[in-house]
Every structure is written in structure tokens, then in C-alpha cells.
């Protein structure tokens, strides 16, 4: 069961998304919007969307696996401490595959079979960039950063994204959280799973639904600005990062450290900002922030150094 009262804020209830970008006054609160197919689609909204500069993007961020999940009850928002702080605007969305599975920690934004999830969440996009007159800047980590890189791209000119670490293909991510998600948002069954072809067999079934990979041109190409955070020592570089460049540049970069622009506003820096996978330093992702959150920054002049 969902415990919104954790956030402190206003619970608020729409029928729809065309009801929630009528009538609201970008007031702060939980919003849970009910989409066509049934299901509740829960957002954050904090009070700076309505009193920051209106030439500050809106930062729409996207959460990463949780951990612990069983112990805890959604709906789960990220970068709500972070951007209060700085007074960011910011909507967090919470993906209900998460909140609605105990045994499911991350499902990388995309809902299950018959769920349009991922057209739905457009929408709402959609309707934030109206609703606002806003850019929005995508952000996350990891799986978050999955879903942060697949709707600026859908979005384009009206969206950026700042990731790091991301996936780009879920089912290049860990098999036991790959498995889990399957099993409890798919149904598939032990024995699919249990294939020695599980991945191509599932990815056969579940591409008729959601768009399961980023690792094409034009996620690059689309978004109005991309800063993508890669740390040297993470096997995402290999394994996510390199997959996407291919698909990008007819010559296939190589994973060296530095800063790589592929395109006007398209970065991707490769350093040690943090050990493994490991997210960078909140302290880096709130500077870079500070900067990325002004629409008209290149991300090849964003400081990315720490004093």
C-alpha cells in the first residue's frame, strides 16, 4: 500500500492528464494521475515550479533502483532534498511498477504488457512543458538515467538530459534484477526465464509493448542537450555506454577517459567521478545541476571540476 503522507505535501487526485494540465495551478503536492488503462501514475511537484525564474528549466527527475525495497512503501521520488535545496523546480515521477511490486526495485520506467506506460508518460511530459512554459531537463542515475535519456529523446528540442552511469539496454543490466522484473510486471514464467535464450526469447515478447533499449542515434541526436556522466571503472562503459556511441558515430569510440563531444550540445565525459557503478558525488551532480538548470548552458562549458 502507497503512503503519501511520507512527503508531506498535498495529495491531489485527477481523472486524467488532460484534467491535470487544465486545472492545475502548478501548485506544490503529490499528484496521482489516473491513465486511460486504469492505473495511477504518481507525481511531485514542489512549490519552485511556480515561484522560480521562469527562464530556469524544469528538472523532471527519474529514480534508480530502490534498496530495501520490501521494507518500504511507495510512492518513490528522487531528488526532491536536492532540489528544494537549491530551489530547482522540480517534478519527481515515481514509476508504479515499483510501487506496486515488493519484490521489484527498479523497472526502468517502462510498465508492463497493455499499460502504454511509456507513450503515457510522454504525455504528461508533454503537458508539463505547456502547463510550465518550461524546458525540462531529464535527470537520473542508472536506471533512472535509462528513462531520462528515452524521453528527452522523444521529446527533442523541448528536453535535455544530464545522466550518469545509465543503462542503455535493460536487459544488459544485472540478471537477477532483470529476472525479477520480468517475472512480476511480464508474468513470465520460470521456465522462460530459464532458458539458455531468456534474453532474446523475452525481449521478443516484451518489445511489442515498451521500447526496452536506448542504444540508437537517435538518442543522441534528439534531445536539445545532453551532459552524460560515465565513470571509467563502471562496467556500463563497456557495457552501455560503448553500444550507444556505436550506434551514434560510424566509428565506434573507445572508452578513454576525457571529455567526448559527438555533436552541438551532446557531451559525454568519462573520468573517475566515483568507484564502480557508484553514483558521482552529490556535491558534483548539485553543481552540474546549478548550471544545466539555465536551458541556454552548453554542456561542453559546464564546470565539472569540484574545489
Known amino acids: 500500500?502507497?503512503?503519501?503522507?511520507?512527503?508531506?505535501?498535498?495529495?491531489?487526485?485527477?481523472?486524467?492528464?488532460?484534467?491535470?494540465?487544465?486545472?492545475?495551478?502548478?501548485?506544490?503536492?503529490?499528484?496521482?494521475?489516473?491513465?486511460?488503462?486504469?492505473?495511477?501514475?504518481?507525481?511531485?511537484?514542489?512549490?519552485?515550479?511556480?515561484?522560480?525564474?521562469?527562464?530556469?528549466?524544469?528538472?523532471?527527475?527519474?529514480?534508480?533502483?530502490?534498496?530495501r525495497r520490501e521494507a518500504k512503501s511507495g510512492p518513490f521520488f528522487s531528488g526532491v532534498g536536492l532540489s528544494n535545496g537549491c530551489k530547482f523546480p522540480l517534478v519527481a515521477i515515481s514509476d508504479p511498477s515499483v510501487d506496486n511490486f515488493d519484490s521489484v526495485n527498479l523497472a526502468w520506467y517502462t510498465g508492463g504488457a497493455k499499460q502504454n506506460f511509456q507513450k503515457n508518460v510522454e504525455l504528461l511530459l508533454r503537458a508539463l512543458v505547456r502547463a510550465t512554459n518550461r524546458e525540462l531537463l531529464m535527470s537520473g542515475g542508472s536506471g533512472g538515467g535509462f528513462a531520462a535519456l528515452h524521453f528527452s529523446s522523444l521529446l527533442g528540442d523541448v528536453a535535455s538530459a544530464f545522466?550518469?552511469?545509465?543503462?542503455?539496454?535493460?536487459?544488459?543490466?544485472?540478471?537477477?534484477?532483470?529476472?525479477?522484473?520480468?517475472?512480476?510486471?511480464?508474468?513470465?514464467?520460470?521456465?522462460?526465464?530459464a532458458r539458455p535464450d531468456w534474453k532474446a526469447f523475452c525481449r521478443g515478447r516484451i518489445n511489442q509493448h515498451v521500447i526496452s533499449s536506448v542504444a540508437v542515434e537517435s538518442t543522441i541526436q534528439n534531445p536539445h542537450r545532453i551532459l552524460y556522466l560515465q565513470n571509467h571503472s563502471d562496467w556500463h562503459t563497456e557495457?552501455?555506454?560503448?553500444?550507444?556511441?556505436?550506434?551514434?558515430?560510424?566509428?565506434?569510440?573507445?572508452a578513454q577517459k576525457g571529455s567526448h563531444v559527438l555533436a552541438a550540445r551532446k557531451l559525454v565525459v568519462i573520468e573517475d567521478f566515483a568507484l564502480g557503478h557508484a553514483p558521482p558525488p552529490t556535491a558534483l551532480i548539485t553543481m552540474i545541476l546549478k548550471q544545466m538548470i539555465d536551458p541556454t548552458v552548453d554542456p561542453a562549458d559546464v564546470n565539472l571540476q569540484l574545489n
Open 163 to 193: 545522466v550518469w552511469n545509465p543503462q542503455t539496454d535493460i536487459f544488459e543490466y544485472n540478471e537477477v534484477f532483470v529476472k525479477s522484473y520480468l517475472r512480476e510486471v511480464f508474468g513470465f514464467a520460470h521456465s522462460s526465464l
Open 239 to 254: 557495457g552501455h555506454l560503448l553500444p550507444l556511441l556505436s550506434t551514434f558515430s560510424k566509428d565506434s569510440l573507445a
Open 1 to 67: 500500500m502507497k503512503n503519501y503522507e511520507q512527503w508531506n505535501l498535498p495529495h491531489c487526485t485527477w481523472s486524467s492528464v488532460e484534467e491535470f494540465e487544465n486545472q492545475w495551478n502548478r501548485s506544490a503536492g503529490v499528484h496521482s494521475i489516473t491513465m486511460p488503462e486504469g492505473y495511477v501514475l504518481d507525481i511531485l511537484a514542489n512549490e519552485h515550479v511556480d515561484t522560480a525564474d521562469a527562464r530556469l528549466s524544469l528538472l523532471v527527475f527519474f529514480g534508480a533502483a530502490v534498496a
